[in-house]
């Protein structure tokens, strides 16, 4: 294996409190029990948002804490659950008085603890659960996955959350914002866990895994290496059918690397998507393209597309001000 | 090799089309010849900074331009000096009527080529050459390389531009800052240049280069792969001794990332690297983490320092807003 480790259980404590003292203006480290909460005071009556999940994902949810978007996230071990304690204790630290919206990425582990965390909270909440990736379909029995779609969400409702939106509103908007994002994602190598030590899977040189998920869970298939073009046709063309994309409509693209892929590559897959849709009369209005939910060192990307309105295109467009995601 | 590109012939212009569609608030792209320049109009009577360089480091330098730090850049094809014809384009869209500043790193194509440009050039000018790269010895042949130091006097000298400073002082204040920066990286595994489709060098799945390349050069050594500890130990040690540090300086800690290297691992390296100026009563006054100078997909990490006074902070403080770093 190599990475630039010193051992295996101190990697996230030690990421932690490096990513907390670079962005020591912006957030804060809990470290007993893990959590990274936004240093600058939300105004009151603002409804608190909490995320989190497994690590190795970065930028996402650490670097999405701060005004604008996150109030705290919760890292577990690399692709493991946090636990409901950190949620739990996240919340009572950023409670603000307006009740907690717990953003969650569709997995069980997850889903299960912050349902955990959920019951034993006291002070008024709610949950969004984001099942963005439209790679498996969507009567699986476990639902679909939480993807690349989840810093949308983020995005959106942690604008509104700041511009004053009630709990319920948060909500509802949230889950909104999720039923019109669609994300599916193509690796060309596996990533590896530092606890494991080797691939999570094996891909022969001229192979590549259609429909991965961000932990390296096998997709659809898995096919020969194609162009970048006929990849992005084939990316597109599900998450039109999904979304049942119409000509006339405005919608965000955001191409998110997995975190072995080279920003140049990225960029030009963007404009392979571009493209695609404007073919179809569809009108790009928002973009993003870089590392956002990354599967360790995993090359490949995703796609994802939410269908735009101007309520969403606003509040996309509000200030945020993050460790990794700022305007 | 394993890309997702359609020709390496067009994937330079692919991406760069994308990049300057995502970021078209910033940036414009001239295609013919390829230069990226700022769209916000800068001051007149402000010096106009054109940078550039072979590709394959992005967000270095495309993602660079804007306000408060480049106007232009110049991308040649992976890893090739541009042309001085992409040059002289660049200076003349941008030339505000106070003369270009050339930043170049220190490679030959680039050095000869930004060399004819400015000969060709008929407004003022004049050159700042980045070589912060101490990992081969200061009497080398060819001399020291410009790494992601180069970052750095970007922002430094784009904010003294922004405030109005001349031309001269511009080159002055880029001197002064290259030879207060020191950078010395390592890497696990080689890129690979599309063009070539194989990695660049071979390496044992048991061992890293120290003091490598940006574009896969080897280094001083390919020794067994260490811990994180040894391997900031040992890079820190160097740059220590070549910028002669002393208890009691301020300085601004860059840990870069190469491009394959998951961001938790970076944050944790900057964590140990941190700790070793502290150890030795240097101030770590700002910081910044993540991938910026990079060899497309090669995974590793660089260590740059730069010694900061009240005049450099002020500076690396001052606003910028380009496509990949704001403030």
Known sequence: MKKIINDVESLLEDSLKGFA??????????????????KMPAKTGKVALVSGGGSGHEPLHTGLVGQGMLDA?????VFTSPTPDQMLAAAAAVD??????????????DVMNFEIAAEMLESEHAT??????????ADHSTGRRGVAGTLIVEKIVGAAAEAGASLAACQALGERVNKVTASIGVALTSCTVPALGKPTFDIAGDEMEMGVGIHGERGRET?????ASKIV?????????ELAVQAGQKILLHINGFGGTPLMELYAVYDLAEQYWQQRGVDVVRSLVGNYTTSLDMAGCSITVTIMDDEL???????????????
């Open 73 to 77: 996230a919760c890292p577990g071990q």
């Open 96 to 109: 603000n008085g307006a009740g907690v919206l717990f953003i969650v990425k569709n997995y069980a582990g």
């Open 223 to 227: 096919v020969s290496l194609e162009s």
């Open 233 to 241: 046709n084939e990316l597109a063309t599900v998450i039109e059918t």
């Open 128 to 137: 969004v659960l984001v099942c963005d990736d439209v790679s498996l379909p």
């Open 313 to 327: 295109t606003q509040l996309w467009d509000a200030p945020v001000h993050t460790a990794n995601l700022r305007w």
């Open 21 to 38: 003292s670079v962005h020591r203006d912006i957030v804060s480290f809990n470290p007993q029990p893990h959590f990274i909460s936004r």
